[in-house]
């Protein structure tokens, strides 16, 4: 598995804080010699299964073409070249409709079998808080873009817990992507994350954090319509169709190995952790080893996110046999056949369960 961060953005959105740069004159040539000099580097920890590839951000389709070419040009030199079991591109709505069904087309043929669209809203009010570039009318074109450049296996992001998103707009929101027929959702509850504007408008009053009443609520209207509309509620804030549950971001949930290409990306092998530093040239490496106590908490958080839980046995070798059975008594858990699960109406307090377990 191996990500590649892509850290340049056209502007930036109010609640993020990933490591990013605005795009300014040559940025974009001294990046990939960077990117391809560590894959030459690390080229030796490139070996997986499965063979996985995602370009996150930032926003990498800014990416010229000529420059992504050269990124996967010297992932086949080290050896871990197309074809790939998935191969995800972020992306921008405003990009694709800027750059046409030609650019979606171009980015098939270099070996991405999976789109994954930053719509976040369907609320024009709601796009402009956050900053992004597009509006519903550029979403709703994006998507029909890729679609008929011919990518069969589409993502799309939406953002919710925004204490001024009322919940018939979300509900809305939740409805109108349904509509357009994504292979895959993900929806993530909004953060207050430390370096964003976010944590500004916070800080001096201009923005209060939703309750958590409302956010249970859009949550469970995410999880009801998505539901009746036939997707799989796989992970904490992911559903697919059945068959598109997203693969490499499954590894993370599994503590696979990964490899972080690209400053500011993170690296994971076995007990050992490692980030980039934040920088566009000359970037490098800090790693810590995780104990066997992290790798455990690790380990049974990432694994209830998913609707395939943990293992029975791994739970009752490390918790408490009398949490375990009041966590079953009360719903929080249940268990099936040789593995623990939390069901899908206590997801949102997943948190909360495994702190009673850990």
């Known amino acids: 598995m191996v990500y590649v961060h892509v850290p340049f953005c056209q502007r930036f959105c109010t609640y993020c804080d990933f490591y990013s740069e605005l795009v300014q004159k040559g940025c974009f040539e001294a990046y990939a010699d960077g990117v ?55 992306v921008n709505p405003e990009d694709i409709v800027q750059k046409g069904k030609e650019y979606v087309e171009s980015l098939l043929s270099l070996g991405v079998n999976r789109i994954s669209i930053g719509i976040q809203s369907f609320d024009d009010a709601m796009l402009r808080w956050m900053n992004r570039r597009h509006d519903a009318a550029r979403a709703r074109e994006a998507f029909r873009i890729v679609r008929e450049a011919g990518c069969g296996n589409v993502s799309v992001d939406l953002i919710f817990g925004i204490s001024h998103l009322s919940d018939e707009v979300w509900a809305a929101t939740v409805d109108e992507a349904i509509a357009l027929g994504p292979d895959h959702i993900s929806c ?19 923005y209060e954090e939703a309750g958590d009443d409302r956010c249970r609520r859009q949550y ?3 999880c ?47 007990f050992t952790r490692s980030w ?18 992290d790798a455990l908490v690790e380990t049974v958080m990432l694994s209830l996110r998913t609707d395939k839980g943990i293992d029975a046995d791994l739970l009752h070798e490390n918790c408490s046999k009398k949490d375990i059975g009041q ?8 268990r099936e056949g040789s593995r623990y699960r ?17």
């Open 36 to 90: 391809c000099a560590e894959i030459r580097r690390r080229a030796r920890e490139m070996d997986s299964d499965p063979k996985t590839l995602y370009f996150g951000g930032g926003t990498p389709s800014v990416l010229p073409l000529s420059v992504l070419s050269r990124i996967l040009i010297a992932l086949d030199e080290a050896g871990y070249g197309a074809p790939y079991d998935e191969f995800t591109m972020e």
């Open 188 to 206: 993530y509850q909004l953060t207050v994350e430390g370096e964003s504007t976010l944590a500004e408008m916070l800080a001096d009053g201009r």
């Open 220 to 222: 469970d209207i995410l």
């Open 224 to 270: 009801q319509k998505l539901s009746a509309a036939g997707f799989r509620h796989y992970e904490i804030s992911n559903f697919a169709r059945p068959g598109f549950e997203a693969v490499h971001n499954g590894g993370y949930w599994a503590r696979r190995p990964y490899v972080g290409i690209g400053p500011g990306a993170h690296s994971f092998q076995g």
């Open 276 to 293: 980039n530093s934040k920088e566009l040239r000359g970037w490098t490496a800090t790693t810590e080893v995780l104990s066997a106590e």
């Open 327 to 334: 966590l079953v008594e009360s719903g929080a858990l249940v």
């Open 342 to 358: 939390i069901p899908e109406d206590h997801f949102f307090v997943s948190d909360e369960i495994v702190r009673e377990l850990i």
